[in-house]
């Protein structure tokens, strides 16, 4: 399978990482260059991803209602691995992910600890987001129809988990936006690309401003592929 250009983009990111020297090894687990081992400034919950099966459909929940699903360096580190194994399963035929409850699918990435890493001077953000675009190069380049169900907020690297898979669901409650950008970041997690072929500058004018986009109008800009109505979220199962 011939990487297209969002994958292009992320390899570039990873490749540049690389190219860090004081804190790269080499990570056995991951088969890629990886950082050093952060101190997490807080433990992850067992059941921060739930896995259900309905015969060659493989379910994932980003369960962290209390934080809006926001994903951190562990849920990074259980997702990726599992991906690897149901790419080569030919008993998974489709992987979907959503989010627990009806607020959020994904609020994006942890801020939490990495703004606490980098108070006391660690690289929990650098490892992060090394591990995180690793993850959005799989979903990218992920040989089976990955269906992303975005019943809720939608925020920053949230995108990396939806937009640059094959089929992103919108719903009423959907909003989507790229927050970051109102504390002096810059969007990531393949926007670059995805971003800046909307028509009219709309990306453009998303990444500059953060404007939140909701509903039917995610499939009207191209950042969803469909839409239902939230009632119809647990039907997708079947």
Same mark, same amino acid.
């Given at each position: ?21 004081? @804190? ?80 959020? @699918? ?14 006391? +001077? ?10 995180? @675009? ?70 453009? @004018? ?8 909701? +509903? ?5 800009? +191209? ?16």
């Amino acid at each position: 399978m011939e990487p297209t250009p969002i994958a292009e983009c992320i390899c570039e990111t990873i490749r540049i990482n690389q190219t860090l020297p004081s @804190f790269c090894t080499r990570s056995q687990s991951f088969g890629v260059r990886s950082m050093s081992q952060p101190r997490p400034c807080s433990p992850s919950h067992p059941q921060d991803l739930v896995y259900t099966r309905q015969g060659h459909v493989q379910n994932v929940t980003l369960n962290r209602p209390h934080a809006l699903n926001a994903l951190n360096l562990e849920m990074v580190r259980e997702l990726t691995p599992r991906l690897k194994v149901w790419a080569r399963d030919h008993d998974t035929a489709v992987v979907t992910l959503r989010g627990s409850g009806d607020k959020a @699918f994904c609020a994006g990435g942890d801020l939490k600890n990495i703004t606490f890493s980098a108070q006391e +001077g660690g690289n929990y953000g650098q490892v992060f987001f090394f591990e995180e @675009f690793t993850l959005n190069y799989m979903i990218d380049m992920f040989p089976k129809p990955f269906i992303s169900i975005l019943n809720g907020l939608t925020f920053g690297g949230a995108a990396g988990l939806s937009v640059i898979g094959r089929f992103c669901v919108a719903t009423e409650k959907t909003v989507f936006s790229m927050p970051e950008c109102a504390i002096g970041l810059f969007p990531d997690v393949g926007s670059g690309y995805y971003l800046s072929r909307l028509s009219d500058n709309f990306g453009i @004018f998303l990444a500059l401003t953060g404007h939140r986009v909701k +509903g039917r109008d995610l499939v009207r800009v +191209g950042l969803a592929s469909h839409y239902i109505d939230s009632a119809q979220v647990n039907i997708i199962d079947y």
